[in-house]
């Protein structure tokens, strides 16, 4: 009641302005069309008398101009309460030229007056002019002010309720990666920054292909970081894109190092730029579980599929036995052969001539039980469908290059080693990623297992498309390894990729431990997953009712989505959504961000034509000159052949001079 008490007593503030404004105009015809009035028989002493003194006090009447300018402030005021209009179509147009109009016929009909025509007539064109002039400014008027306070109508994309204040300050410290922005609030473009002050509680980065979820967001992680002397992983799955970035930054911040990083590639398309290492190094395996791990990858990798079927006995199954191998290598001569080319070549040996020999070991003998007990027990068709279902994935890894790659000892995977630290990239194939994504997945899971431990140096393990490779322990990783220092950025492009090959429960334990989050476009159940993460805010709500007398327009409140699903599927590329973390001492008020991140395209382009490429890793040159890398690569896949030959036959006739062990070669 109180409101529409107010409401009436504004309206009747503006009724009384427009009534002076009107008055005005009329003294200002009556004082310069004085003569013509006068001679119609129109002769009010009391008016001329009010008249004549306020032209004496204010000097109103000293110019033509000041009362059409009183006229004209009074009538604007008077615009600011109106009521509504009859009209739902106004547009800047119609405005404008109202009052165009008006401007032109009530302030410049001046020269009429003094037009070489009756007095009379002079008269009536100056009255027709000024009514329709002020009738024009007032239609004008009252069309502005209804625009004006319509402006919720015209927002049809809700921008405005849909933007915010969002982090302006730059906040640094030593591990810290900052992006700036540019964002949109209260109808203006702001710079702003994001701030991910705590790096190590784990970052994804989403968005479609061309999003420009690696040029803005990944590249510049790999940067900041290496200036900030991270040790570094990265997953390079378009090699070389991310690993010429890493290399050529580290040769511009070596100063950031007390130990400067050594860099390393594994890269199984050209041997030349890459280094060799063996992922199963026995010397980083203390328990038959580090084997079990490694098989489990391994497997996994090779058998997307089998993610989802996790504790099935054909699953399990054949794990074990590559892990008895791996186990086994790892033992035999303290290690010599452990190498994951020599285990392959193993396994693909005669499962009569395998057996004995592991099994002759007791600790062995009871983890290949599954196995045994269908040997001993003459279920030969199981036996072989086991093995089978490990041979068969595993013989698509028989290729001379990653033998060569993954038999060799030129660096050791504890790459935050603070003696010896190290950035290591390994680059994947699109065109070859079902073979890579398995050795490299090996890769990953020993390099877990080594960096998350204390007392070493910050490192940072970046995977730009996630879904390409199985990644054993991620999850586990993401919700230890922040008091280890060590720091966890994916990127991928939506999460029905991680569902489906990480299946659900690993997927959800992934995307809901993650403390920073980065979305370019992403569509339909991701969006909806994202919005509901950013929560909702009170926005308000216009209702509009047009009759044949007049128009209402009501406002209201209510809960809505801050940045709803449909903002984020059709973000436009660079511009991203998402949230951020913060420290205890290191507040963030705002830690939602709709933002786009600002990256300066020429410093970018001028960077990457001084890039300098990638060394030569390895020669294979001899005496005289010539390229012998075909000759050597296929000299050592040749030699780790026989020495798989050597160790079956020697360990076969072990167990046959070995009376307690002889009855378990069966003829």
Request: glycine share 4%; aromatic share 12%; net charge neutral.
């Amino acid at each position: 009641m109180q409101q529409e008490d107010d409401l009436r007593a504004l309206s009747k503030i503006m009724d009384f302005m427009r009534a002076v404004s009107i008055l005005f105009v009329v003294m200002n015809i009556y004082w310069f069309c004085y003569e013509a009035i006068h001679q119609a028989g129109v002769n009010i002493v009391v008016v001329d008398k009010i008249l004549m003194n306020l032209n004496r006090t204010a000097n109103l009447f000293s110019s033509i101009i000041w009362t059409k300018l009183f006229a004209m402030l009074l009538l604007a005021l008077s615009c600011l309460g109106t009521k509504g209009i009859k009209e739902e179509k106004i547009t800047w147009t119609k405005i404008n030229s109202y009052l165009a109009v008006g401007v032109i016929f009530f302030f410049l009909n001046w020269w009429i007056l003094y037009l070489p025509l009756p007095l009379e007539t002079n008269t009536k064109l100056y009255i027709f002019t000024m009514a329709v002039g002020y009738i024009c400014l007032l239609m004008g008027g009252l069309y502005m002010s209804r625009l004006l306070k319509n402006n919720l109508m015209d927002d049809v994309f809700n921008n405005e309720n849909e933007s915010f204040k969002q982090e302006t300050r730059l906040m640094t410290n030593e591990y810290s990666v900052n992006l700036p922005t540019k964002f949109y609030y209260k109808k203006k473009q702001h710079n702003g920054w994001i701030n991910i002050v705590n790096p190590f509680r784990a970052t994804i980065v989403l968005g479609t292909p061309g999003s420009g979820k690696s040029y803005a967001v990944i590249n510049n992680f790999i940067k900041q970081q290496i200036e900030k002397g991270f040790a570094m992983y990265i997953y390079d799955f378009k090699f070389d894109d991310l690993s010429t970035i890493a290399y050529n930054h580290l040769l511009k911040h070596q100063g950031a190092y007390k130990v400067v990083p050594k860099f390393y590639v594994i890269n199984f398309d050209d041997p030349r730029r890459s280094h060799r290492c063996n992922p199963i190094n026995p010397a980083f395996m203390t328990d038959i579980s580090d084997a079990y791990e490694s098989a489990y990858t391994i497997m996994l990798n090779l058998n997307k599929t089998w993610i989802q079927k996790q504790g099935d006995f054909f699953v399990e199954s054949p794990i074990i036995l590559l892990a008895a191998i791996i186990w086994y290598l790892k033992i035999y001569e303290n290690g010599k052969y452990c190498t994951f080319p020599h285990a392959i070549e193993f396994l693909n040996k005669k499962y009569s001539d395998i057996f004995p020999i592991l099994t002759s070991y007791p600790e062995l003998e009871n983890y290949l039980s599954p196995f045994m007990d269908a040997w001993e027990g003459g279920a030969q068709d199981q036996l072989q469908g086991q093995i089978a279902s490990a041979k068969i994935p595993l013989s698509r890894m028989i290729s001379p290059q990653l033998y060569w790659v993954m038999s060799g000892d030129d660096f050791t995977l504890d790459i935050n080693n603070p003696d010896e630290p190290k950035i290591l990239c390994v680059g994947n194939n699109p065109d070859r990623q079902n073979i890579y994504s398995a050795a490299l997945g090996l890769y990953n899971s020993r390099i877990v297992k080594l960096i998350n431990k204390k007392g070493r140096l910050k490192c940072s393990v970046i995977i730009d498309e996630l879904p390409t490779i199985y990644f054993r322990g991620l999850d586990n990783l993401i919700a230890t390894a922040r008091s280890n220092k060590v720091a966890v950025c994916l990127g991928f492009q939506d999460f029905s990729q991680l569902n489906r090959d990480y299946g659900d429960k690993e997927a959800k334990v992934v995307m809901n431990t993650v403390g920073n989050i980065f979305s370019g476009q992403v569509v339909g159940e991701t969006a909806k997953m994202l919005s509901d993460r950013f929560g909702k805010v009170l926005q308000k709500r216009q209702s509009l009712t047009i009759n044949r007398n007049d128009k209402s327009t009501s406002i209201s409140t209510q809960m809505d989505s801050l940045i709803p699903a449909s903002k984020i599927s059709n973000l436009s590329q660079g511009m991203f959504v998402g949230a951020v973390s913060d420290n205890f001492d290191e507040r963030i008020e705002q830690k939602i961000f709709h933002a786009e991140i600002v990256v300066d395209s020429d410093k970018v382009q001028n960077e990457t034509k001084n890039h300098v490429p990638i060394a030569k890793i390895a020669s294979f040159e001899n005496n005289k000159g010539e390229d012998t890398m075909k000759t050597d690569i296929n000299d050592n896949y040749s030699r780790i052949k026989k020495e798989v030959y050597q160790i079956i036959a020697s360990e076969l006739e072990r167990i046959g001079n070995d009376p307690e062990l002889k009855h378990l070669i069966k003829k």
